[in-house]
């Protein structure tokens, strides 16, 4: 095989690449979860489906949007660039443009009502211990929180207004997530897309035995 054939054929694999790279990078994308803080509705290990056409159309390896159709509304599930490090991170949408947000022992309140909550149930957590998890309604969805009482957390904050352009977002695991209440407000460019489903999940505390269980599985 001379030279040339070489060249070009290494020139047609870097080509593919590039094409399947910005594709992947424009429309879909996965996102592989490390921590806990969305627990119960992520866990750890998850990797889940990021839908990058959620909201707009983004030019490749960048921020910047070509054509928007939708915004993130309350209760939507996104994978965001941290505004401190820029780390990927996946939280929850509680609070959109215009809204006040505040929090008063983990009671969120949105515009100065409280957001709805079902009866705490309490679990043990093997990472954690002692938790509780309820429902809490978005909207018109529901989602699972989970609360530690032996955490040290931020439960309160003083009423914010979100600015224009900003999303407020926290973690499912209240009581254990880097979310808005360190990292500040998040910009609509900072947002990835929407984390749709989880495509598989390993547990890493069991020698990465697949949770078939979680295959798959639609998030809410």
Do not use: C
Not at 81 to 89: A, I, N
Not at 113 to 124: E, F, G, I
Not at 189 to 197: F, L, N, R, S, Y
């Amino acid at each position: 095989m001379n030279k040339k054939k070489i060249f070009n054929e290494i020139r047609i694999f870097l080509l593919m690449l590039l094409v399947v790279s910005s594709l992947r990078s424009a429309l879909a994308d996965w996102n592989d979860v490390p921590t806990g803080s969305m627990k119960p509705t992520i866990e750890i290990g998850d990797r889940v489906v990021v839908n990058k056409l959620a909201y707009d159309l983004k030019v490749p390896f960048t921020t910047i949007s070509l054509f928007k159709w939708d915004d993130p509304d309350r209760g939507d599930i996104v994978v965001l660039f941290s505004p401190v490090d820029g780390t990927r991170l996946v939280k929850r949408v509680v609070a959109i443009p215009g809204d006040i947000v505040a929090m008063a022992e983990n009671q969120l309140f949105i515009n100065s009502k409280p957001v709805q909550w079902s009866p705490l149930t309490s679990t043990d957590d093997p990472e954690q211990g002692l938790t509780f998890v309820a429902s809490e309604v978005l909207g018109d969805r529901s989602h699972k929180v989970m609360l530690t009482p032996q955490v040290p957390a931020v439960r309160s904050f003083a009423p914010m207004t979100v600015p224009e352009h900003h999303y407020f977002v926290l973690g499912d695991n209240r009581d254990n997530s880097n979310d808005s209440r360190f990292i500040g407000f998040i910009s609509r460019k900072q947002i990835v897309g929407e984390a749709t489903a989880v495509a598989f999940s390993l547990d890493r505390a069991n020698h990465w035995t697949p949770r078939l269980n979680r295959f798959f599985k639609k998030l809410d």
